[in-house]
């Protein structure tokens, strides 16, 4: 499900992945019907929901489901390898990240003071890495801003045994006119940075918020509720029902949130924002969900693998300590 990110010109060159790849068209997964939702997430009106400025601080606790402990809210999440049998076989409901599945999302952002065109193209691909004792399946997004490539990523993801989605990590590359600008990379294990979810096994209202990860040398201090669930939503793809909505925030940014949807059995269909702070005002709808046919995957592999050839000079000491990514 993409977010916020940001690449390099010699990853550029490799990157000719788009909405128009190679593959079968996977549909949505129910139709609509009438069902209550939140407020529509390309409404500039602010949300009352969760205001996150008068939330409890967290605690660093043990936590039970997916590191969670029942009423209580962790300032990060505990991570233990043991409940990591088979970590790349990721196929939450909500989250399902099957090597050659590759979202493309189209929405709208402001930037610079102006509202431009955004689009995201987010691949499973068939490449794994181990991060922090544990093998991870590796994804590769690209951003474009008004057509202009201005990110590429590189995220880490496994699944414990009890079907939590837990992010190890991230390598993003940000450009500008074609150009490498920065890359702020954090990985679990290195820089005191954790471990965090970025879906639980079985999302409940009411429950605590968790963290998403704890990158502190580069300020990644995400945390994520379950905000609704059983809402309908229609996009470019389809239309949904049962629709999971997750409010992501972080505590030094109040009243600023970006609200994901996901639709079971397809993974992230739409992103919306909520709060009266949050400046960027992202919106992305899901356009396209594809299986990419062998060659199409290849393409992707050798980009996803050109990124990570950039991360071993650019972050040399934390990816560079890092064993090469493996494809399946």
């Keep these: 499900m993409p977010g916020r990110r940001i690449i390099s010109a010699a990853a550029m060159s490799l990157c000719v992945l788009s909405s128009s790849a190679c593959g079968s068209v996977v549909g949505p997964s129910a139709t609509a019907s009438d069902s209550t ?3 529509a997430p390309s409404s500039s009106a602010a949300s009352s929901a969760a205001p996150h ?3 409890p601080e967290p605690t660093s606790t043990a936590t039970s489901q997916g590191g969670q402990t029942a009423g209580e809210e962790s300032l990060f999440e505990v991570f233990n390898p043991a409940n990591f049998t088979n970590p790349t076989s990721i196929d939450n409901a909500w989250l399902p990240f099957v090597p050659g599945t590759q979202w493309t999302f189209e929405g709208s952002a402001n930037v610079d003071g102006k509202r431009i065109k955004r689009r995201v193209v987010n691949t499973t691909t068939d490449l794994t890495k181990v991060i922090n004792g544990t093998r991870a399946v590796m994804n590769y997004e690209l951003d474009y801003d008004s057509g202009e490539l201005v990110e590429a990523e590189l ?4 699944q414990a045994d009890d079907g939590t989605v837990w992010h190890l990590g991230q390598y993003p590359e940000e450009y500008e006119d074609g150009k490498f600008v920065e890359s702020k990379p954090w990985l679990s294990g290195f820089e005191d940075a954790k471990a965090g979810i970025t879906m639980l096994a079985d999302p409940r209202l009411a429950t605590p918020s968790y963290s998403e990860g704890l990158g502190p040398k580069v300020g990644w201090t995400d945390r994520a509720r379950v905000f609704e669930i059983g809402s309908k939503t229609c996009v470019r793809a389809g239309c949904y029902t049962g629709v999971l909505v997750i409010d992501e925030f972080n505590r030094d940014e109040p009243d600023a949130h970006q609200l994901k949807y996901y639709a079971s059995g397809v993974g992230g269909v739409r992103v919306g924002w909520a709060g009266t702070n949050e400046e960027e005002q992202e919106t992305l709808e899901l356009v396209k969900v594809v299986h990419l046919d062998p060659d199409a995957l290849a393409k992707v592999r050798a980009a996803a693998l050109a990124l ?10 934390m990816y560079g300590k890092t064993e090469p990514a493996q494809k399946r």
């Design 37 to 39: 939702a939140p407020a």
């Design 53 to 55: 400025s008068t939330a």
């Design 155 to 158: 995220a880490f993801f496994v």
């Design 308 to 317: 990570e050839a950039n991360a071993y000079v650019t972050s040399k000491d």
